[in-house]
């Protein structure tokens, strides 16, 4: 009955852990759409904000260049009526005739073939016109007397160039003027004027947009805010501040700050919403002369700047929402198969959990024993070097009394075999007991200040016995202050020196110390046989020796000594191909 209770309420559980997964999932596919929606949404609006920023930074550079395009070619037409004027046929007071009609012609075909004029004209000192080209069917107007247009009169009252304000000529075209004084070049005397006109929708039309308010279009002011053309012609010939276009625009603030500030010279755009959609508008002046003479407007209805990029938009938008869906239908199928692959699992995971804790109670009692086993290893090891420690010392003692009273070379020779071996064993059994005290993390430091130079120098000293193979020792004494146990330093540079005379049979030895930022470093440099490559990468590790003399403990004990005051212990083979050089540092206190 309890088993079949267990099997009861492990399929109810089972079955609710299926419901949660499912939900779950149901979860995240909906916060996957709603969070993909959201960053779309985001994503589109930046591309069309980022896009937008490109057009209007366009926008202003095709304006500022299209308003000195038009100043380049009204400056053209000028620079063609100052020699007709300064020309000796109208200097000699000739403002008629046959010669005079053959010069507005040919000047007339020069400006025509880049520039739209529709006329070409004289006037005399009364503004009668005297002379006149002009387009097929528009009378020539030669005797009609022009003191009413305001261009002649400025003219004549200034004897300066003019770039009239747009007016409205006798066949109801709108036009400019440009002229040119003819003054006596003898006398100064004003004598008439040369002069073309040009009319506004053919002049402006060939540099861009002039009729369709749907795209981007055209609308160009004189200096008395007359529009010159405008997609919608009502505009034309009215003031822009006038009440028809302020009563169309609604006196949009923004639009009418746009004029305001191209009127004061500077170039301006901004953007402004308009009763058909909003706009951007970019307005610059066009310097003739030097003089801002006429006012370039270029506006774009944003509808059409983001129509470029909505077609490309929807596609993409459609193509992740089917990458999307495809890939809920996958999750949908994998939810199936994982909810019997899980099901599957968990018995396996059972079935499994049950050997791994059967094979984890094994490996915990066999780990037990392992601790054991270890603690009595190192336990032995102790005891057995503290108890070799015993007869070493007599033996020690008694050898070297020995060695002071014998007399005959013989016996003497074997009693420095005994003192030799049993120094030797000694040595073995003190390496054996650091190693013990360093695994056993009981290695104790009796820190104090000492003068590192004395402890070279008392190693040096205990070296000299080696000096029977003909190696030099070197050594420069330098007096620096550290902290530390005096002993275990002493002991770290014995070992190298050691190890630098076993290796070396001809040549130096030499020992530098220094202070560099903060650290003590002592090198203790030979000239014997280097290190092994295969013995680089184990070099400080326990019995990592190739000879045969050494337990290959010294260098892992010095290692140890070394970290254990916060310093580091390397080595290299040096440069010049010949020996090895042993390095440690220490923090220092040093005077």
Same mark, same amino acid.
């Given at each position: ?120 004209? %004289? @006037?005399?000192? =009364? ?6 080209? &002009? $387009?097929?069917? /528009? #009378? ?41 004084? %003819? @003054?006596?070049? =003898? ?6 004027? &040369? $002069?073309?006109? /040009? #009319? ?392």
């Amino acid at each position: 009955m309890s088993k079949l209770k267990n099997i009861i309420t492990s399929s109810i559980f089972h079955l609710d852990t299926n419901k949660v997964t499912i939900l779950s999932v149901v979860l995240i596919i909906a916060v996957s759409y709603g969070l993909f929606f959201y960053l779309q949404n985001n994503t589109e609006n930046n591309i069309r904000n980022s896009l937008f920023e490109q057009q209007r930074e366009r926008q202003i550079e095709s304006t500022e260049a299209l308003s000195r395009h038009i100043g380049s070619d009204l400056d053209l037409i000028m620079s063609k009526l100052e020699p007709l004027a300064n020309s000796d046929t109208l200097q000699q007071g000739n403002l008629a005739g046959n010669i005079t009609i053959e010069a507005l012609e040919k000047i007339y075909d020069q400006i025509n073939f880049r520039t739209p004029i529709d006329r070409l004209f %004289i @006037l005399d000192k =009364n503004n009668i016109m005297t002379s006149s080209i &002009a $387009a097929k069917d /528009l #009378p020539r107007f030669v005797g009609v007397n022009f003191s009413y247009r305001e261009w002649a009169r400025e003219t004549k009252d200034m004897q300066t160039p003019v770039f009239s304000n747009g007016f409205e000529g006798r066949d109801g075209i709108y036009r400019i003027a440009i002229t040119f004084p %003819i @003054l006596n070049e =003898n006398t100064g005397e004003y004598m008439g004027l &040369a $002069a073309a006109s /040009l #009319p506004t929708i053919p002049f402006f039309e060939h540099y861009g947009n002039i009729y369709d308010i749907r795209s981007q279009y055209l609308a160009v002011l004189d200096r008395n805010t007359v529009q010159l053309i405008h997609p919608v012609k009502s505009f034309i010939g009215t003031s822009f501040f006038g009440n028809h276009t302020q009563q169309v625009t609604g006196h949009n603030e923004i639009l009418n700050n746009i004029i305001r500030t191209v009127l004061s010279g500077k170039p301006y755009s901004d953007t402004y919403e308009f009763r058909n959609g909003d706009r951007l508008n970019t307005g610059s002046p066009v310097l003739v002369g030097g003089k801002p003479t006429y006012f370039i407007f270029v506006i774009t209805p944003t509808s059409s700047i983001y129509s470029q990029i909505n077609n490309v938009i929807s596609t993409q938008r459609m193509e992740i929402f089917s990458l999307l869906a495809g890939v809920t239908a996958a999750v949908a199928v994998l939810i199936v198969f994982l909810i019997k692959w899980n099901t599957n699992l968990n018995n396996e995971v059972k079935r499994r959990t049950r050997e791994l804790d059967e094979s984890n109670k094994q490996l915990s009692e066999a780990n037990q024993q392992l601790k054991v086993h270890d603690k009595m290893q190192r336990e032995f090891i102790n005891v057995a070097a503290h108890e070799l420690r015993t007869p070493i010392q007599p033996i020690l003692g008694l050898s070297e009394i020995l060695q002071s009273k014998e007399r005959d070379e013989e016996k003497r020779r074997l009693v420095d075999i005994i003192s030799r071996n049993a120094k030797r064993l000694q040595s073995l059994t003190e390496d054996i007991l650091d190693v013990t005290r360093i695994e056993s993390h009981s290695l104790k430091l009796k820190k104090e200040e000492f003068n590192l130079n004395d402890v070279i120098i008392n190693c040096i000293n205990d070296m000299i016995i080696y000096n029977g193979k003909n190696v030099k020792l070197l050594y420069e004494p330098k007096d620096i202050i550290i902290d530390g146990d005096k002993g275990r330093i002493s002991q770290v540079i014995s070992n190298l020196l050691s190890n630098a005379f076993k290796f070396t049979t001809d040549g130096s030895t030499s020992i530098i110390s220094e202070k560099k930022d903060g650290q003590v470093i002592v090198s203790v440099k030979d000239t014997g046989t280097g290190i092994d490559s295969e013995l680089f990468p184990k070099l400080f590790s326990k019995f990592a020796s190739k000879s045969f003399s050494g337990t290959g403990l010294g260098l892992f004990i010095a290692k140890s000594i070394i970290e254990s005051h916060n310093g580091k212990i390397w080595a290299e083979n040096n440069s010049e191909g010949r020996g090895a050089t042993f390095s440690f540092s220490l923090p220092t206190r040093g005077k």
